[in-house]
């Protein structure tokens, strides 16, 4: 009874793992407004080493089009400039001596649909790994020392785990693409 329990426990775990990270993923995919995550992998040479960009400068978005980054030491503007452009984001920064300003440019139409297509591809993994869980759960369970009648509520536990959690991703990513999609 008990080692079911654990394993139902770990599955659960490892499904809300799954969610976790699509929302992570789906974060990186830019939808338009400027936001300081689509930053978040940039790297810049601090003194020798490469540092990430939140760890040099404060990033904030003053408005829906921009992203300021205002370094903690004037000197590292040009670096911070490199870094960007080294990230290859699509922004063509500048500065006005004072911070680095992007203007994020408006997405056309065949970008939001590609956006939309990376969106679809990071949730349907997710699913693939939430359909991983299951199927190790319940190997997982038919090897646990339990009675047939314990082992099949199991298992119709696991799926019914899947069944909201892949529901769960659907939802998320119907709302990434209404957000991408709107112009």
Known sequence: ?????????????????????????LVNIRAGKASPMMLKGVMVDYYGSQTPLDQVANINTPDAQTISVQPWEKTMIQEIEKGIMIANLGFNPSNNGE????????????????LAKSAKAETENGKVSIRNSRKDANNEIKKADASDDMKKNAEASVQDLTDIHIKKMDEIFKQKEVEIMTV
């Open 1 to 25: 009874m008990e080692e079911i329990e654990i394993i139902i426990d770990t599955v659960k775990e490892e499904m809300n793992s799954a969610i976790d990270h699509l929302k992570r993923e």
């Open 99 to 114: 911070s680095v300003i992007i203007n994020v440019p408006p997405l056309t139409e065949e970008r939001r649909i590609t």
